[in-house]
Nanobody, 124 residues
Framework: QVQLVESGGGSVQAGGSLRLSCAAS????????LAWFRQAPGNEREGVAT????????AYADSVKGRFTISQDNAKNTLYLQMNSLKPEDSAMYYC?????????????????WGQGTQVTVSS
C-alpha cells in the first residue's frame, strides 16, 4: 500500500531554514502529483507546493514563493521541501500528499494519499 513518511520538522527562529523529507513507497513513482500541505490550529489545510514525478513541473503558494523549494529524488522515491527565511506564520503541521494524476495545488481533496505530518514551529 502507499506510504508517505515525513521527517525533518522542528523548531527554529525566524529567518532560519529547515528541510523536510517525505519517503514514498508502495506505488510506481511515475504519473503522480506530489505535494506539501500545511495546517495550523484552527485553519484549513492549505497547499504549499506541488511537483509532478514526470517532468518535475512545480507550483507554489504565493505566501512561500521565493522562500520554499520543492524537489524530488526519483531514484530514492523521496520528496523534499527546502524552507528558507522562515516566518512565525509558517508554523504548522506539514503534510506530504500524493495523487495519481496531474497537479492541482489549491485543494486537499485532489490528493488520495497522506503522510502523518511533521511539525514546524518558527519563533519570533
Amino acid at each position: 500500500q502507499v506510504q508517505l513518511v515525513e521527517s525533518g520538522g522542528g523548531s527554529v527562529q525566524a529567518g532560519g531554514s529547515l528541510r523536510l523529507s517525505c519517503a514514498a513507497s508502495g506505488f510506481t513513482y511515475r504519473g503522480y502529483c506530489l505535494a506539501w500541505f500545511r495546517q495550523a490550529p484552527g485553519n484549513e489545510r492549505e497547499g504549499v507546493a506541488t511537483i509532478h514525478t514526470d517532468g518535475g513541473n512545480t507550483a507554489y503558494a504565493d505566501s512561500v514563493k521565493g522562500r520554499f523549494t520543492i524537489s524530488q529524488d526519483n531514484a530514492k522515491n523521496t520528496l523534499y521541501l527546502q524552507m528558507n527565511s522562515l516566518k512565525p506564520e509558517d508554523s504548522a503541521m506539514y503534510y506530504c500528499a500524493a495523487a495519481p494524476r496531474t497537479c492541482i495545488l489549491y485543494t486537499s481533496r485532489w490528493f488520495d494519499y497522506w503522510g502523518q505530518g511533521t511539525q514546524v514551529t518558527v519563533s519570533s
